[in-house]
């Protein structure tokens, strides 16, 4: 398989649900200061211009929980879901759902407000908010997502590694992570993992 | 099982999905009117404060993507997702990925700019923006993304009803769903089917 990122992107995420999996994979990392990701050639690759994409014998895949979902079906001695329990998959489906749509939006509008407006007045207004809309996503998480250790309790699962990428926003985002204390020490415990570790050093890799 | 939604909400997919499912459901509305979704009563039920959420007998589920997965999970033989291919269910799982965190939030500038602004002149900037950036997530989805007649092709998928929820918006949104013709066949054959045409009849009620 390949995987498409960028250097911090939320393509981190299925960059360390590769490494756990054990697979052989290619990382190729995609140029957003020359706005390669707005190529012809990589536009081929994933239409939407963005990252992460997952070229694999069947075909490619975008968004992140779609990914990880692929892998931990592919891999399931891995296992990263509890893939024989509907319910508790869905809520692990409800996580990385929370993520896409709430957390990584609410954190985008520091610096792509240009997706969703015009003016350079709305692009500052909209990043004074980010710390306050950021703080909340994660006080939710804190207080009712999170079962701690990890994002389902005693299993590692795909929601970690997609939680431990948004929460690496946090300090750009003006949010310090300390005020979440189980998210800090999942956050910890991610980087102690020596897959996770390898993945996340090849990510950032000349940085 | 009981669904909490709000008329013209996201929550008209797991709606619709319910109905096809042919399970006894209980939908209880949500008046966002009065901010009943803000109350102390459904704080209890989803401390997001948002609908849709799904009362099952294991917990409460919530987010559209993760609530149309575990139905389809629960009532197989509704046969709404490709269950048994893991790639092809990923590309239903990126599809409604893509919905819940492009698309929605594209057309949300429209009507919640406080949740990542403080400004009127931001909400108004915002709002001048929805046509366009809706429209280029129709084009995509037109161009890329459906295979038609339905979202995955012939067969009926949870990635339906729920195109068609956030199509519905696209009017309010200043965009002719004629522009994307297989989205609009989606669209008509949708309201064609007898249990989405019921749930959707229910579903608006009085409004």
Known sequence: MKLYYSPGSCALASHIALE????????????????QQKSPEFLEVN?????PAL???RGILTETPAILFYLV????????????????????QSFNSYLCATVHVAHAHRGRGERWAYEESSFEDMRKKVPESVSACFQLIEDTLIEGPWV???????????????ARWMEGD????????KVKAQFDAIEARPAAARAIEA???GV
């Open 203 to 205: 990510h950032f890799e």
């Open 152 to 166: 389902l309790g005693d299993t590692y699962s795909m929601c970690d590694p997609y939680l431990y990428t948004v």
């Open 47 to 51: 239409p939407k211009g963005r990252v």
């Open 73 to 92: 079906q592919s891999f399931p001695a891995v296992n990263m879901a509890p893939l024989d329990d509907p319910f508790a998959l869905a809520e692990a």
């Open 55 to 57: 070229v694999t014998e």
């Open 20 to 35: 756990e999996s054990g697979t052989d994979y290619e990382a190729i990392r995609i140029d957003f200061g020359s706005a």
């Open 174 to 181: 003006g949010v310090d992570i300390n005020r979440f204390p």
